[in-house]
């Protein structure tokens, strides 16, 4: 099956700086990758996504690069704010079964 | 639109009990999913519903654990008889269409005693 890892599992920014988490995944039929942003004691909610027909998406401040033949996507955060602190979740899902597999998470901590 | 509801939120009960969890799913999301966080790991998945039907129960971890949606709609997720490697938070999913969206509910925070 599918396997996700997830880098780095914490990060520490200062307010305005960038903020960026690597993930890589081993299946390459793959071909949807969402990222889940989960806030303490809140539901992970989705804040961008990509299909692996694009290699960039973007949305304000969060963008979302994929490299097929690396197999690795990533998300980036530009001008972070302290309401950025969260976790972050990658996943990586398929036309096999169609689940959702997450990487670990990262725990992004914004420094007002 | 209602979004994902899982009740309850929290429970505590003591090793060997019986606990029953629910997801009530976004109406009309043929796909249902339940996943685990346990202990700040990653979200792992259990099983995946397709309606009624269980389209991969893979991740289950033991005939300790049992998936129903019946009609289609709600699932449970009963673990009989707990342990205490059981704890930890149960997330339920649900999404339309192949490979779009899934919606989160709230989660389920099992302690096992």
């Known amino acids: 099956g599918e396997n996700v890892e997830q880098h780095p599992s914490t990060l520490s920014v200062q307010e305005g700086d960038s903020a960026v988490i690597k993930c890589t995944y081993s299946?390459?039929?793959?071909?949807?990758f969402p990222w889940y942003k989960q806030e303490l004691g809140k539901r992970p909610q989705l804040i961008i996504d990509i299909r692996s027909n694009v290699g960039e998406k973007k949305d304000q401040r969060i963008a979302v690069t994929l490299n097929k033949t690396a197999k690795h996507f990533s998300l980036h955060i530009t001008e972070t704010q302290p309401e950025d602190s969260a976790v972050y979740f990658c996943a990586a899902s398929g036309y096999t079964g169609n689940q959702f597999y997450f990487g670990t998470g990262t725990s992004l901590t914004v420094i007002p | 639109e209602a979004g994902v509801t899982q009740f309850p939120s929290h429970s505590v009960i003591e090793k060997g009990q019986t606990v029953t969890l629910r997801c009530d799913p976004i109406?009309?999301?043929?796909?249902l999913y339940w996943y685990r966080r346990v202990m700040g790991k990653e979200i792992k998945f259990l099983l995946h519903f397709v309606k009624e039907s269980k389209q991969d129960e893979s991740g289950m971890p033991n005939n300790r654990f049992l998936a129903e949606r019946t009609g289609g709609t709600y699932s449970t997720l009963k673990v009989q008889p707990a342990e205490l490697e059981d704890s930890g938070v149960y997330f339920c999913a649900s999404s339309g269409l192949t490979n779009t969206e899934a919606f989160f509910g709230q989660g389920t925070r099992l302690t096992v005693v």
């Open positions: 299946d390459s039929a793959s071909n949807y």
């Open positions: 109406s009309g999301h043929d796909n």
